[in-house]
């Protein structure tokens, strides 16, 4: 087992950005092949990613914002409960939310 789901959450937001050495992301995508949990928050960040993006396009309906993350925590739950661990990745997207409706707070 190469990387552990654990060094995988470390170098996700890496991986999203391509700010990754081509030998990690290979070791990344391999275990994502094979962990669904891992896959799992990948997506849920990623969202997050999307989501702040668009906001400089168009306006999320009210609302919408507190339904993804209520999303999001719930499936960060049940991934904590599965591996029992927490941590980098669901405070990175905790600390994304916060700057995001700062920043809406601020444009409006
Ligand atoms: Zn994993």
């Not at 190469?2 to 990754?20: F, L």
């Not at 992301?25 to 993006?53: F, P, S, W």
Request: aromatic share 6%; proline share 2%.
């Amino acid at each position: 087992m190469a990387m552990s789901c654990k060094e995988v959450w470390r170098e996700v937001s890496n991986y999203i950005d391509g700010m990754i050495a081509p030998e990690v992301r290979e070791e990344l995508e391999r275990h994502l092949a094979q962990c669904r949990h891992c896959t799992a928050i990948l997506d849920g960040v990623h969202n997050v990613i999307v989501l702040m993006a668009d906001e400089r396009l168009f306006a999320l309906p009210s609302g919408f914002a507190e339904r993804t993350r209520a999303r999001l925590e719930k499936e960060f739950k049940s991934v904590a409960a599965a591996h029992s661990q927490d941590g980098v990745v669901k405070r990175t997207v905790e600390i994304d939310f916060r700057a995001r409706q700062k920043q809406s707070r601020n444009g409006k």
